[in-house]
């Protein structure tokens, strides 16, 4: 098996196994509880609170656990306009968003709820920071823009957008999705500038179902989940421990490791391009040299990019069309569509995602397999 899937989702490793199975077997009390194996359970929570603030520049009670990106984006933008109705209810994000964030947008809408304007991207897949802050308005209450994009890997300029979200409005929120940044570009919170920031844990090494937001300190939300008042009356809810311990151990070894993943990966990043370069008529999408090093995002006109992934599936190479999150659509991909990839590339177009276990010889033998399928399926296809 050769798995190239991994923005979809990585394989839990193997030291961060180790620490969710003692935290299931052993450390196996509710934090909340008052006596001994109560508190054990409280330490694990804030030492992983602890690991994921340093990772991103900040303080341990400006991190929230939820269950994963979704919600931490949920929250962040429900929240936000709940805790901003009387300034207003509008709302700017980029066209690329993730569909945690654009699928918010729309049912707000229809709800009426919010308003919101969707910036558009350049052929690379990347928004224009002018653009994003001449999309504001005077009842604008958030600005979020993703840090990586999860299917062609364009690194957003955060940095610089908060800054012009913040020079034409202090009060606006800026709120990024980092699920896909954290671990492969720098994450720090107060160089990004970024006042609410959201994370995963399953993209790195840690096990699904846990996730995080940080909210800087002083910024309001209203909670979604109310009940015991868990996580500082922001998440209530029974602290999900072994995944919080898993997610803070895989994100400490991602800060740790981070230089040499993302060099091994920006390694088998260009040998794998320059391997699909000789398949006919193969179309790069975006600038995957300039992106993160970890996605690259190739079409392949004449073949259908579900079919392909089934095709290389059969053979024990496992890669993706697109977000995984809605991969079982059969929709076009919004990203695709709003960089303006033509139809035919879209259709085909595989997207093929690093983690922290992969090797030349794998992606030697993707490519291979690759080259193979393409030509197989374009023997069937009709003019």
């Keep these: 098996m050769i798995y190239l899937d991994n923005a979809a989702t990585t394989r839990v490793m193997p030291e961060v196994a180790q620490v969710v199975q003692q935290a299931m077997t052993e450390t196996f009390g509710n934090p909340s509880s008052p006596y001994t194996l109560g508190l054990e359970a409280e330490r694990l929570v804030r030492q992983a609170r602890e690991a994921i603030a340093g990772a991103l520049g900040c303080h341990a009670d400006e991190v929230y656990f939820t269950s994963g990106g979704t919600e931490a984006d949920n929250l962040a933008i429900r929240g936000t306009l709940q805790a901003k109705i009387r300034k207003g209810k509008h709302v700017v994000a980029s066209a690329v968003e993730h569909a945690a964030v654009l699928e918010t947008l729309r049912q707000l809408a229809q709800l009426d709820l919010c308003e919101y304007t969707l910036v558009p991207p350049d052929s690379t897949g990347r928004v224009a920071p002018e653009a994003v802050a001449a999309a504001m308005r005077e009842d604008t209450v958030l600005v979020t823009v993703m840090a990586v994009n999860n299917e062609v890997g364009t690194i957003q300029p955060v940095a610089e957008i908060a800054r012009l979200v913040k020079e034409r409005d202090p009060e606006v929120y800026f709120h990024s999705d980092a699920v896909q940044a954290l671990g492969k570009v720098s994450c720090r919170v107060r160089e990004l500038g970024v006042d609410l920031l959201t994370i995963s844990g399953h993209k790195l090494g840690a096990p699904k179902g846990v996730g995080g937001l940080y909210c800087r300190a002083g910024v309001r939300l209203i909670s979604q989940i109310t009940g015991g008042g868990q996580e500082r009356e922001l998440r209530s809810g029974t602290e999900n421990v072994p995944g919080i311990v898993g ?115 794998e992606v030697e033998r993707a490519a291979e397999l690759i080259g193979k399928a393409v030509r197989e399926l374009r023997r069937f296809q009709r003019y």
């Design 247 to 361: 997610f803070g151990k895989a994100v400490a070894l991602a800060a740790e490791q981070m230089a040499e993943r993302t060099q091994k990966w920006r390694r088998l990043q260009e040998r794998l391009l320059a391997l699909l370069k000789e398949i006919p008529d193969a179309e790069v999408i975006g600038d995957p040299l300039a992106n993160s090093p970890h996605i690259l995002n190739v079409g392949f006109p004449g073949v259908r990019g579900e079919v392909l992934v089934h095709a290389l599936a059969a053979e024990g190479l496992f890669v993706s069309t697109g977000s995984a999150c809605s991969s079982k659509r059969d929709v076009a991909s919004h990203v695709l569509k709003a960089m303006k990839v033509d139809p035919e590339v879209s259709q085909g177009s595989i997207r093929i995602s690093f983690g922290w276990e992969n090797t030349v010889e």
